[in-house]
């Protein structure tokens, strides 16, 4: 049935190896269990019911992946997306003053709008239109950028007012930040030692071999619980979670009030969501489908309608549920690291996701620097695709290169694809190279300019 469904032998993967590649994908991802509730019951945002977003968390991103398994057979997960939770909470709830039943409306008339795109050829042109050489660009950009959360989940980088950034300081912070960058580079060299022997599950292993040492150092005391600086108990909590509170948020956005919300106002919004949401997703589609060798001849992705279509319907179930834009995570790079190429791997992070409501208070305890390890590998492994960019041609190489190096920096998938789109089209139209531009590359130029100035 499985060999039917998902065509495992056709795409040289195993039921294990899947099985092993959804678990990897899920435990890179649990983090958001933990950080999507913290954000959008934040009382300075939206300040929403926790355990309500917990539950509304965990349904959409299991619909949404489960949406992608049996829609696109891709081993791609999906989650309330990072930034767009913050902004949702911050920006519309917090700075604009917008309620969150608001702010879930345009959510929701997001993934509409998405679904008659994915059913027409709209998206799908636009992933199409994206030159090759932009594509490896963003692959690599989607590598540096997880690797880049991976240090910061280490605590390995930190922020500095002078630089930006900047390594721990190890001694000054060692029961918090310090432990936790150590165990992490540990974790790191356990991950990659193990790969390189060919063990299955090595970054699966990596991850809980990790926890399992800071569990260690928590019980010997060289590890800290400071809760006011973020750090909390590695050790899990056995307990229930409060299934009524779901009813806080299902169906709430049908309750938004708009009498305070000009259209114009609702419209920016709107605007907003949909821009950055739709430029992610098709990001992390050609990052993570390009690493796992799932792009044709030309570069195109076979089943990106569906999976387009997958993305916006847990859009819309999500914001029903109560949680902001669902979208594809990145983290599913683990997951292809792994080895997953079909939709059981996905079947398989989204039952997690499912089962994480009965016991969240377990999963949500996974810390950031476990996962670190992982992220920093699975980003290592995407580098690597640009190498598959000719660097003597230096009109295609620039804007690929600005593309990779924007990510990490502006901390944002989809404004390292306008750069690389708008630096494209510019480099080749002077050089008088504007043969080698599609007619719907300027028209994203143009949509990106245009929302640099009005949005």
């Given at each position: ?213 800071g569990i260690l150092m928590e019980l010997i005391g060289v590890y800290t619980v400071d809760a006011e600086a973020g750090f909390y108990s590695l050790i899990p909590a056995f ?125 949500t305890v996974i810390p950031g620097f476990a996962t670190a390890p992982a992220l920093i590998f699975v980003g290592f492994l995407m580098v690597s695709s640009i190498l598959q960019v000719d660097f003597d041609d230096v009109m295609e ?59």
């Amino acid at each position: 049935m499985l060999e039917k469904m998902f065509k495992l032998s056709e795409n040289h993967t195993t039921i294990k190896t899947e099985i092993v590649a959804g678990i990897t994908t899920f435990m890179t991802m649990a983090y958001i269990l933990a950080v999507n509730p913290n954000l959008l019951s934040n009382e300075f945002g939206s300040n929403m019911d926790a355990t309500a977003v917990l539950i509304a968390t965990c349904l959409a991103s299991f619909v949404g992946t489960l949406a992608m398994a049996l829609l696109a057979n891709y081993p791609f997960a999906l989650a309330p997306g990072m930034g767009l939770n913050a902004y949702f909470s911050f920006t519309v709830c917090g700075a604009m003053g917008y309620s969150w039943q608001v702010a879930l409306m345009a959510v929701f008339v997001e993934g509409l709008i998405f679904i008659v795109l994915s059913l027409t050829n709209v998206r799908e042109a636009i992933f199409d239109a994206i030159p090759s050489t932009l594509k490896k660009g963003v692959s690599a950009g989607i590598g540096l950028f997880i690797a880049f959360i991976g240090l910061q989940g280490a605590h390995i980088v930190v922020a500095n007012d002078s630089t930006l950034v900047s390594y721990v300081d190890f001694a000054g912070n060692w029961n918090t930040q310090g432990i936790c960058a150590v165990l992490s580079l540990v974790g790191l060299m356990v991950t990659v030692v193990l790969y390189i022997k060919g063990v299955k599950g090595s970054i699966l292993i990596g991850i809980v071999a990790t926890w399992i040492l800071g569990i260690l150092m928590e019980l010997i005391g060289v590890y800290t619980v400071d809760a006011e600086a973020g750090f909390y108990s590695l050790i899990p909590a056995f307990a229930m979670t409060d299934f009524t509170a779901i009813g806080n948020t299902f169906g709430q956005c049908f309750q938004a009030d708009f009498s305070n919300v000009g259209i114009f106002n609702f419209i920016v919004v709107l605007l907003s969501f949909l821009f950055v949401d739709m430029f992610d997703t098709i990001g992390t589609l050609i990052g993570v489908s390009s690493k796992a060798g799932m792009l044709d001849k030309d570069e195109k992705l076979p089943r990106i309608r569906p999976a387009l279509l997958a993305d916006a319907i847990a859009t819309s179930v999500g914001a029903v549920f109560g949680t902001s834009t669902t979208t594809t995570f990145v983290e599913s790079s683990a997951g292809v690291g792994e080895g997953a190429r079909t939709g059981l791997a996905s079947v398989v992070t989204g039952f997690l996701f499912l089962l994480a409501i009965f016991f969240a208070p377990i999963f949500t305890v996974i810390p950031g620097f476990a996962t670190a390890p992982a992220l920093i590998f699975v980003g290592f492994l995407m580098v690597s695709s640009i190498l598959q960019v000719d660097f003597d041609d230096v009109m295609e190489a620039v804007p690929a290169y600005l593309c990779m190096l924007a990510m990490p920096l502006v901390y944002s998938i989809s404004e390292g694809i306008a750069i690389g789109v708008i630096s494209y089209v510019v480099i080749h139209l002077v050089c008088g190279k504007s043969k080698k531009i599609t007619p719907l590359m300027y028209v994203l130029a143009v949509l990106f300019i245009c929302k640099y100035i009005f949005l």
